[in-house]
């Protein structure tokens, strides 16, 4: 069964700091990736989406990510980050088979300190 | 944005009473799915439909069932509701595998 794990609950960095979220899948064939993004109270925002090709992604908001096979890790991340950042990041798998479920990690809370 | 608009935003429910959730969309996209968010616990995949009629359970689908009678609307039924079905739920609709999913604005129940 595909699932996600994001082993950091809260992250705390300084504004203008750099920032890595972690994200490590299982998956048994090429996965599908996205990170997602939630502000308090609103839905969810689309980061960026790795499917093929390059493993270096880059998003919106000044967000990459790298898509690593050997460690099954596709972190996230930003040079500097902005008091705005603050939020709620998913990681999410999916793939050709299993039904095309999307399956979603527990969410990292990232608190940015001015 | 997509056009995808979950109804009622906000329900507060007694114990024991039925309740649907609507997911409604415009983009005829193939795909839609049932999440529910916890604290803690991230989005959990509920019912996920590929197609009209055509549905499948997730990780949390215990007392839980969908329908989806045309491509626009997939909705959610709980049929005796519980407090441990409290929480925030979201719909989302996705075109094909290779494209990302795009999100409601989420309903959030109280059952009580």
């Known amino acids: 069964a595909q699932s996600v794990t994001q082993p950091d609950i809260h992250i705390t960095v300084s504004e203008g700091a750099s920032l890595e979220l972690r994200c490590n899948y299982s998956?048994?064939?090429?996965?599908?990736l996205f990170w997602y993004v939630q502000s308090p109270g609103q839905g969810l925002q689309l980061l960026l989406k790795?499917?093929?090709?390059?493993?270096l992604v880059q998003g919106i908001k000044g967000f990459e990510a790298e898509f690593k096979r050997s460690q099954s890790s596709f972190n996230l991340r930003k040079p500097s980050v902005h008091w705005s950042d603050a939020a709620e990041y998913f990681c999410?798998?999916?793939?050709?088979?299993?039904?095309?479920?999307?399956?979603f990690g527990t969410g990292t809370q990232l608190k940015v300190e001015l | 944005d997509a056009g995808i608009t979950q109804s009622p935003r906000h329900k507060v429910t007694e114990t024991g009473t039925p309740v649907t959730l609507r997911c409604h969309q415009t983009?005829?996209?193939?795909?839609m799915y049932w999440y529910r968010q916890d604290p803690g616990h991230g989005l959990r995949l509920i019912h996920y439909?590929?197609?009209?009629?055509?549905?499948d359970k997730g990780e949390v689908s215990d007392g839980y069932s969908v329908s989806r009678s045309k491509t626009e609307d997939f909705l959610l039924t709980l049929e005796s509701a519980t407090s441990s079905q409290t929480s925030v739920y979201f719909c989302?609709?996705?075109?094909?595998?290779?494209?990302?999913?795009?999100f409601g604005q989420g309903t959030r129940l109280t059952v009580v």
């Open positions: 790795y499917f093929s090709g390059d493993t």
């Open positions: 983009e005829n996209h193939r795909y």
């Open positions: 989302a609709i996705r075109q094909v595998m290779n494209t990302e999913a795009f």
């Open positions: 439909s590929y197609g009209v009629k055509d549905t």
């Open positions: 998956y048994g064939a090429t996965p599908y």
């Open positions: 999410a798998v999916s793939g050709a088979g299993g039904g095309n479920k999307l399956t």
